[in-house]
């Protein structure tokens, strides 16, 4: 493939994919993969069971109604004593959390690995894939752990108790770097003490559908322990996962109408980084990740929180499920974002466009065709010219539809671009100016070529190719265009004349944005 904005970003994921790949035992989730999607009909069989199944739903919410209260009262009085007693006081949450788990048909939950692995040494409990609230009932039935909390649970009337009485871990995830080193060395101290509860993590962030492993956030692995890792997944007829329109409370309900429902865990031996894992997080994190992977036979993914937010706006905007197939992790290794402050802006320029491309997209499904894009440039008040030239730079799979991801990253690659100011001096020319530049005159092609200066420049700007240009066009083994060092010479050289057509397309992507 070429270095196109689009066509060297699906380069890059699938190098990324292949390096994932290489460890023995895990698969990697192919990009078009949506670990977020979910489809869950009602079935004949569904229909026909509801009306008698209402007898026993009704018993069965009784039961969880009964055991959340039994809880809550064990709480409020839990939390009169000192700490040191609360955890002994709490013992009884185990068995009502198990009995929830039975008000939702899981009469039996399938273990493995269980009595070998458990032991003092599992000071931290990891577990994956995080699915549902489900999740925390049976790791409270068997662990009783203390969870990792926002700051703003702490708060919450009932829910701040639960977390409190429980020894839970309250984190300001927007603290400085001084108190966030507080936090890790508190949960370093919890998993050495043999007499403190497990801390419990669940290291994706966010729920999936329970088919693949989200990527580990680095954070659950910065104390540098020993972790147990628990692999668990669901056997229902109807998914319990909480993704999309299924988070709602009510989609679980359907869960309890299903008479029998299956659990299976699989429990792994304590895993201790190594000294370079201890040392980088993300190196342990990526290794668990796939030790899991193999031991559960679920495919890894390097979809985060950023894509689920992503995932639920597109939702809530009327596209389907399977309108938008990318991952944020990829765009940010493609675009080399290396801080909080790069990656956010990146989410948020997307999100922004995202309602752009609402007013466009008008059947819904991730694609913009010529017409629908010439239509929106006029509305903008440019020429349609103009609109044409860039759409072709954008159509990177020459199939005369433009898709968000195509988009998105033109747009993006032209922001910095136009963030880089009118220097000229080639010392203060950098690497990433000149790659978002090449990304957009080589559009979708292997080089950029002649021709495509030549109509960025006379068709965008009325400007003829000067003989400085045409100069680098001419030298031996550049007919078929110029490579990135090539480009990189001739940027070098002329950005001045260069930037021309790139100020156009900026100032075309600023009104497409709102700016």
């Not at 009262?73 to 002994?88: C, D, E, H, N, Q």
């Not at 032991?119 to 489900?134: K, M, N, R, T």
């Not at 675009?335 to 320029?349: G, N, S, V």
Request: glycine share 8%; with cysteine; hydrophobic share 40%.
């Amino acid at each position: 493939m070429g270095d196109g904005v689009y066509s060297a970003y699906r380069e890059c994921v699938e190098v990324l994919s292949e390096e994932s790949s290489e460890v023995s035992g895990s698969t990697q989730a192919g990009s078009g993969h949506n670990p977020f999607e979910m489809k869950t009909p009602w079935t004949l069989r569904e229909r026909i069971g509801l009306v008698p199944m209402i007898p026993v739903v009704v018993c069965r919410r009784f039961i969880a109604v009964s055991a959340f209260l039994v809880a809550a009262g064990i709480v409020l009085f839990a939390v009169l004593f000192p700490k040191r007693w609360r955890r002994t006081i709490i013992y009884p949450l185990r068995w009502l959390s198990r009995s929830v788990l039975l008000a939702f048909g899981f009469w039996w939950i399938h273990e493995e690995g269980l009595d070998e692995h458990e032991g003092p040494e599992a000071g931290i409990i990891c577990a994956a894939p995080h699915v549902s609230l489900l999740d925390a009932l049976y790791l409270i039935y068997r662990w009783q752990p203390a969870f990792v909390a926002k700051e703003d649970v702490r708060a919450m009337p009932l829910v701040g108790w639960f977390a409190e009485v429980m020894h839970s871990v309250f984190v300001d995830r927007h603290a400085d770097d001084a108190t966030k080193a507080q936090y890790k060395a508190h949960i370093r101290g919890m998993a050495r003490d043999p007499n403190a509860p497990p801390v419990l993590v669940f290291p994706e962030g966010t729920c999936g559908n329970g088919e693949s492993l989200l990527m580990f956030k680095r954070g659950a692995f910065e104390p540098g322990v020993g972790v147990l890792p628990v692999c668990m997944r669901y056997h229902c007829r109807v998914n319990p996962a909480a993704v999309g329109f299924n988070s709602r409370g009510i989609f679980l309900l359907r869960v309890m109408f299903q008479w029998s429902n299956r659990l299976e865990v699989k429990v792994l031996p304590v895993y201790h980084p190594s000294g370079d894992e201890e040392r980088d997080p993300v190196l342990f994190a990526t290794h668990l990740q796939r030790e899991m992977s193999a031991a559960s036979g679920l495919p890894c993914t390097r979809h985060t929180l950023a894509d689920m937010w992503f995932h639920w706006q597109a939702l809530q905007g009327g596209f389907s499920e399977d309108s938008f197939r990318f991952v944020f992790a990829d765009l940010y290794d493609y675009f080399d974002l290396q801080t909080r402050e790069e990656r956010r802006a990146l989410r948020e320029m997307m999100s922004h466009l995202l309602k752009r491309w609402k007013k466009v997209d008008t059947d819904r499904d991730g694609l913009i065709d010529e017409a629908d894009f010439l239509g929106y440039v006029r509305e903008l008040e440019f020429e349609a010219s103009l609109g044409q030239l860039l759409f072709k730079q954008l159509d990177a799979n020459r199939d005369g539809r433009v898709e968000f991801v195509e988009l998105a990253s033109a747009c993006f690659a032209l922001q910095r671009l136009a963030e880089q100011g009118d220097h000229e001096d080639p010392g203060m020319i950098g690497e990433r100016e000149i790659r978002d530049a090449y990304r957009f005159y080589a559009g979708g092609l292997d080089a950029v070529s002649r021709s495509q200066v030549h109509d960025l420049l006379r068709l965008g700007c009325e400007l003829s190719i000067p003989p400085e240009i045409e100069r680098h066009f001419g030298r031996p083994g550049r007919e078929e265009g110029l490579g990135l060092d090539d480009f990189a010479s001739l940027y070098r050289e002329q950005k001045k004349y260069l930037m021309r057509p790139l100020a156009v397309a900026c100032s075309l992507v600023m009104r497409l944005l709102g700016g």
